[in-house]
T-cell receptor, first 112, second 114 residues
Framework: SQQGEEDPQALSIQEGENATMNCSYK?????LQWYRQNSGRGLVHLIL?????REKHSGRLRVTLDTSKKSSSLLITASRAADTASYFC????????????FGGGTRLMVKP | NAGVTQTPKFHILKTGQSMTLQCAQD?????LSWYRQDPGMGLRRIHY???????DKGEVPDGYNVSRSNTEDFPLRLESAAPSQTSVYFC?????????????FGEGSRLTVL
């Protein structure tokens, strides 16, 4: 089974609203990363948060990490139509060498 | 810099045919990997390489071969394609292999095996 599981699988919001996506994982991690994928394109790295960090910001993105609950959330504030994409979390597990494990993704639709 | 370049973008082949997907990166990254993306399955690593001359198996290596003769190129070969290999394939590179850094992805190669 996948290490990272995103929730919800799909999310539809209006432009200007905030979007929150969650990721849960099973085993201890070194870091957790979020990626965006526009339809028909490759994945683009958004942000990396290490296991000893609790929160990181990048522009309109805010990522939190709760290692006690083995979960992370990605918040996109003041969403735009251009944010429409799939969002994936990826975990680098302890003792897993250089392997990143991806979840199934959240499909976000932002309506203008 | 072009980043990670994959060719072809689309290809259809018949069961039993062979095919090579090309991947080239111009960022002098040591780590290169191939993933396949299937609906509801996320991305799964097929093979990877940490340096020229070194390759290793990922999660789902069966039916695929790779080679790494130089830093830039990392071709993925399907020797005898099967319908189960219908998927979107991504090549990704990293300076550090995902341990501390991000992965840079190509635009993908959509492969259909009939």
């Amino acid at each position: 089974s996948q290490q990272g599981e995103e929730d919800p699988q799909a999310l539809s919001i209006q432009e200007g609203e905030n979007a929150t996506m969650n990721c849960s994982y099973k085993t201890s991690i070194n870091n957790l990363q979020w990626y965006r994928q526009n339809s028909g394109r490759g994945l683009v790295h958004l942000i990396l948060i290490r296991s000893n960090e609790r929160e990181k910001h990048s522009g309109r993105l805010r990522v939190t990490l709760d290692t006690s609950k083995k979960s992370s959330s990605l918040l996109i504030t003041a969403s735009r139509a251009a944010d429409t994409a799939s969002y994936f979390c990826a975990t680098h597990r302890e003792n897993a060498g250089n392997m990143l494990t991806f979840g199934g993704g959240t499909r976000l639709m932002v309506k203008p | 810099n072009a980043g990670v370049t994959q060719t072809p973008k689309f290809h259809i082949l018949k069961t039993g045919q062979s095919m090579t997907l090309q991947c080239a990166q111009d960022m002098n990254h040591g780590y290169l990997s191939w993933y396949r993306q299937d609906p509801g399955m996320g991305l799964r690593r097929i093979h990877y390489s940490v340096a020229a001359g070194i390759t290793d198996k990922g999660e789902v290596p069966d039916g695929y071969n790779v080679s790494r003769s130089n830093t830039e190129d990392f071709p993925l070969r399907l020797e005898s394609a099967a319908p189960s290999q219908t998927s979107v394939y991504f090549c990704a590179s990293s300076l550090t292999g995902g341990n501390t850094g991000e992965l840079f992805f190509g635009e993908g190669s959509r492969l259909t095996v009939l």
